[in-house]
């Protein structure tokens, strides 16, 4: 009784929002799943730049920013950029603006510390969407001056301000899921500490 009572009041705190462009696909045969990525580039046409990420078997794909590319990505594509982008920048910072860009979202998804500055400067900003991609177990946050991609199973330094705002956005979904479920329990719970 008490589980169904816990479902309902969760399921208000939802807005599914089915995406039209994709496909939801459970299951993928070893032959269609693309090759892993083996590095990307940072490629400039004219005034604009994109990432450039090239897989195993040589093909690339072209991205303008971080937001498109983690819509195509499944969770393994995640970690193997995160990997190769901390191989690379590892303990020196980027110059390049867009590496720069790369390296700041993936650091903030994978090792977030307290003392980085998206952590400091949340209570300055309003949220403005919260989003669940299932497929991958990330969550993005979308506030006035930033956006933060977040592991679903990782605790970051998210402040009760901002964690109310979550609420009050409803967090937005493609269908029902245990992992919404479980997000929204964990934050719940952070929230009563």
Known sequence: MDDDKETAEL???????????????????LAVKSPRIVDWKIHKKGKKSYYQIIR???KSQMYR???QMIKSFDREDLEDLYKLVKARYGSTKPV????????????????????????????????????LYDSYGVQFLRMQSMQIYML?????????????????????????SEMAYQLYKLIIKQLKK
């Open 56 to 58: 195993a078997d040589r």
């Open 11 to 29: 399921k208000q705190c939802m807005e599914i929002i089915p995406n039209e462009e994709e496909v939801t696909i459970d299951v993928i045969p």
């Open 96 to 131: 390049e603006n867009m590496d720069y860009l790369l390296w700041n979202d993936m650091k903030i998804m994978f090792e977030a510390h307290v003392e980085d500055e998206v952590w400091k400067l949340q209570n300055r900003y309003k949220v403005l969407e919260w989003k």
């Open 65 to 67: 920013i971080f937001s």
């Open 152 to 176: 679903v199973e990782k605790k970051y330094p998210l402040t009760p301000p901002t964690l109310l705002m979550m609420l009050e956005k409803k967090l937005q979904i493609d269908y029902e």
